[in-house]
């Protein structure tokens, strides 16, 4: 079952405009690492969860995950070979806003080598520009 919010205000979303770097979840703050996307983007919720699938393997029980972002913004799409008009399209699918800077995921309890594999495994599924971040006593470096 793909993450989707479980009641919204309203059924549909405008698009909106994503052109802005983001100001806020950008430091890496529960975990030792954190996976910084470098690019505005919109990334489904299969996505999101493929992510996660592959951290969770990775790390097994030794250390932790912390998920940054949630997909709310509902997605809206016509059917194929559908005249125009006729009002907007059913919900599609889930995504998440992501501005540049933006931390995904967080995680511990791997060592620095182990933390580099996870990262280069991770990002051939975002499909953007992407950054390991190490956190050092509260420092981003």
């Given at each position: 079952?793909?993450?989707?919010?479980?009641k919204?205000?309203?059924?549909k979303?405008?698009?909106?405009?994503?052109?802005?770097?983001?100001?806020?979840?950008?430091?890496?703050?529960?975990?030792?690492?954190?996976?910084?996307?470098?690019?505005n983007?919109?990334?489904?919720?299969?996505?999101?969860?493929?992510?996660?699938k592959?951290?969770?393997k990775?790390?097994?029980?030794?250390?932790?995950?912390?998920?940054?972002?949630?997909?709310?913004?509902?997605?809206?799409k016509?059917p194929?070979?559908?005249?125009?008009?006729?009002?907007?399209?059913?919900?599609?699918?889930?995504?998440?806003?992501?501005?540049s800077?933006?931390?995904?995921?967080e995680?511990d309890?791997v060592?620095?080598?182990?933390a580099?594999?996870i990262f280069?495994?991770?990002?051939?599924?975002?499909?953007?520009?992407?950054?390991?971040?190490?956190?050092?006593?509260?420092?981003?470096?």
């Amino acid at each position: 079952m793909l993450i989707s919010p479980r009641k919204t205000k309203y059924k549909k979303a405008f698009k909106g405009v994503n052109k802005f770097s983001a100001t806020s979840g950008c430091e890496v703050i529960f975990g030792q690492y954190g996976i910084q996307v470098l690019e505005n983007l919109y990334m489904k919720a299969n996505t999101l969860q493929a992510l996660f699938k592959i951290i969770s393997k990775r790390i097994k029980s030794s250390g932790r995950i912390w998920q940054r972002v949630f997909p709310h913004k509902p997605i809206s799409k016509k059917p194929i070979e559908v005249r125009m008009g006729k009002g907007k399209g059913a919900v599609d699918h889930y995504a998440t806003v992501l501005q540049s800077g933006k931390i995904l995921f967080e995680f511990d309890g791997v060592n620095p080598d182990e933390a580099k594999r996870i990262f280069e495994e991770a990002i051939v599924k975002v499909g953007a520009k992407c950054r390991l971040l190490v956190r050092n006593f509260g420092n981003v470096c």
